[in-house]
């Protein structure tokens, strides 16, 4: 939550005493009370909402920060999700649901027709929380005061589409909130404000984001518009990045998904678990089967819920360590700990990975204890080495080829 991310942080957020009405700065450097600046917001899925909400909320200023005007919201434009209809952002549902006067949804930030409505709305700060367009440098030029750019890295590490993802699989001991400005090459701009939090080892990608980017709101609005909107910060007084720090996070691929215990270790598992929750999900290519005559068929089963223990507290008293490192355990409940399976690296045997929620293709997910009484009290069930998993497309492939050569000789 908002209330721990504070919490890891140190201290809850502090505002900065401002001015109560609007400075605008001239190009001589004096000020003149004006109108409240004119805010744009640009930013489309759920895990930003809640940056869209506070600004909505706060934007009338008081306790100590100062008023401005969220005058538009840009967005992605609906989208079609297979075979249903086309479907609004989360943030442009929201935007209507607070009323924002307007809601801006171009094909491309490059559109001839928004980049003249944005120009003649002449905004003075323009704030980008993935927004999920690449932003041309007309539309960079159009805001007075510059644009912001809500990270949940610490950059320059982990610039990119999926920083959380990065950060959590990669096992880092810490990550934060960057807020910077934006430029033409991507999330290399200079920094107006970031600050850090420690990593556990129990978070996910899902929570994370969220609470990085509430959390990064709360920073905009109190401890970075009053800098902005009195002259005290600009492109120009923002903190460079060391471009000899850049890592990169791209885009991520379902089969980044794919568990490997023969050269992996349990932590490394259990990262991904934590950094791919949602999408795209983790999987354990194994080999099983409920019959004791028929051989085991590979499969790749979703995992989730996952630990890391050692294999001596198990207490299996000697069971198990005898067995192949690639044949799966059951685990019972003991100790008051759930039921799981536990998956064993080659290369980290002493730990072991526990599972206790588990979903086989085509079928409903299922505990570990309904997993092992389907697909292990038969047979063993094991991990699959690499070339053993690509083969379970070819073998799936035939046997779909198979049923339709039968069902059309029918």
């Known amino acids: 939550s908002i209330t721990r991310i504070r919490q890891l942080a140190g201290a809850a957020v502090q505002h900065r005493p401002v001015q109560t009405r609007s400075v605008a700065v001239t190009a001589s450097g004096e000020g003149e009370a004006s109108a409240p600046p004119k805010v744009v917001f640009l930013g489309s899925p759920s895990c930003v909402c809640g940056v869209l909400d506070m600004l909505w909320q706060k934007k009338e200023g008081g306790d100590g920060t100062a008023p401005f005007d969220l005058c538009a919201v840009v967005t992605q434009p609906p989208r079609r999700v297979k075979k249903k209809a086309a479907a609004k952002t989360p943030i442009h549902e929201r935007a209507e649901e607070l009323g924002v006067e307007r809601v801006w949804y171009p094909a491309s930030a490059k559109d001839e027709e928004f980049l003249a409505d944005l ?192 294999f001596e507290s198990l207490g299996l008293d000697g069971e198990g360590s005898d067995r192949p490192l690639e044949e799966l355990l059951w685990v019972p409940a003991r100790n008051g700990r759930e039921a799981a399976i536990g998956v064993r690296s080659a290369v980290d045997p002493e730990n072991v990975l526990l599972v206790r929620k588990l979903h086989i293709p085509g079928k409903n997910e299922v505990s570990a204890k309904l997993f092992y009484k389907g697909y292990m009290k038969a047979q063993p069930a094991t991990w699959l080495m690499p070339e053993d998993e690509a083969r379970i497309g070819q073998d799936s492939i035939k046997k779909a080829k198979k049923t339709r050569q039968r069902r059309e000789a029918a």
């Open 119 to 310: 120009e003649s709305l002449a905004p003075d700060l323009c704030i980008t929380a993935a927004y999920g367009q690449y932003l041309p440098k007309r539309f960079l030029r159009t805001p007075r005061l510059g644009t912001l750019n809500l990270h949940p890295s610490l950059l320059p590490r982990w610039r990119g589409a999926s920083p959380v993802q990065k950060a959590l699989v990669e096992g880092d001991d810490e990550t934060g909130i960057s807020i910077l400005y934006t430029v033409t090459k991507m999330d290399a701009g200079p920094i107006a404000l970031q600050r850090s939090i420690p990593l556990h080892g129990n978070e996910t990608a899902d929570g994370l984001l969220v609470d990085l980017f509430d959390w990064g709101a709360e920073l905009l609005i109190d401890q970075v518009f009053p800098r902005v909107f009195t002259g005290d910060l600009s492109m120009e007084t923002a903190t460079p990045q060391d471009e000899a720090l850049v890592t990169k996070a791209g885009l991520i691929a379902k089969a980044d998904g794919n568990l490997w215990p023969h050269n992996e270790t349990a932590f490394q598992m259990r990262n991904k678990a934590r950094g791919y929750v949602g999408w795209p999900g983790v999987r354990l290519p194994v080999a099983c089967t409920g019959s004791k005559k028929a051989p085991p068929v590979g499969c790749r089963v979703k995992v989730e819920d996952v630990e890391v223990i050692s």
